[in-house]
């Protein structure tokens, strides 16, 4: 059992939007990414999803409203609930949600990462 620290954690990497898993806790992934721009629509049909923001900020975009997001702040995405990050700028977040969690959901594409790299 060691502390992780989140910041250094960041610094290993510098893509966007290709999640690293950073733990585990009760068959739930704690995964660390760094987001620009716009993801895909998206929804998990069995999954709820935790999105803190540890840098940044960004918009959680839903079908019917947008949901600015601040560094220090979370929003919970409800199973089932359409949903598309968006970050003008970078923002760094933490993700927790279950093992099984594919990050675009039923979409598949080239940012769909079935394996996540453990950093």
């Known amino acids: 059992m060691d502390a992780i620290n989140l910041m250094e954690k960041l610094n290993l990497f510098s893509d966007h939007y290709h999640p ?69 700028e970078e923002a760094s977040i933490l993700l927790f949600e279950p093992a099984s969690t594919i990050n675009t959901g039923a979409i598949r594409n080239d940012l769909t990462h079935k394996k996540i790299d453990r950093i």
């Open 20 to 88: 690293r898993l950073i733990g585990e806790l009760n068959s739930q992934h704690l995964k660390i990414a760094k987001i620009k721009g716009e993801f895909v629509w998206h929804s998990h049909e069995q999954e709820d999803e935790l999105f803190f923001v540890i840098k940044g900020w960004f918009n959680m975009e839903f079908r019917d409203k947008i949901v600015r997001v601040d560094e220090g702040e979370m929003i919970i995405v409800p199973r089932g609930v359409e949903h598309r990050p968006v970050a003008e």
